[in-house]
């Protein structure tokens, strides 16, 4: 089953991704972090297909999280889509630079943050094309 980690320390906010989450097809497995270091944990003893990764967590913000999965060679190619409300340029470079494969800016269309998701999924279980 597909599994994605989703860490936002916004206890509605969460609940309503969830919501939205559980109407994708094939059905996904949702693990909800409400920090950090919960995120990383999650993501190592889980080995999600995605990351779903607020910026302002408490304990260890998104860009640390995002730092630790990318120096672990276990974690690096699992894609993150960052979701902020923290849109200033300098905060999605350092996402991209961190290794993010989406920004979605909140507050955000439930169908958008859906469609990427999908999307991401769908390219993750492609298989590499090597030459």
Known sequence: MTTIVLAEADRLLSDL?????????????????ADGEAAVQF??????????????LPKMNGL????????DAALRRIPVIVISSLGFRETVEQAARGGARDFILKPFDLGLLLGKVQKALDEAS??????
């Open 17 to 33: 991704m969830l919501l939205g989450l559980g109407r994708l097809r094939p059905a996904c497995r949702v693990l909800a972090a």
């Open 43 to 56: 993501v190592r003893q889980h080995q999600p297909q995605l990351v779903l990764l607020d910026i302002l």
């Open 126 to 131: 492609q298989p590499a094309v090597v030459g």
């Open 64 to 71: 640390a999280v995002m730092r630790e999965l990318r120096a």
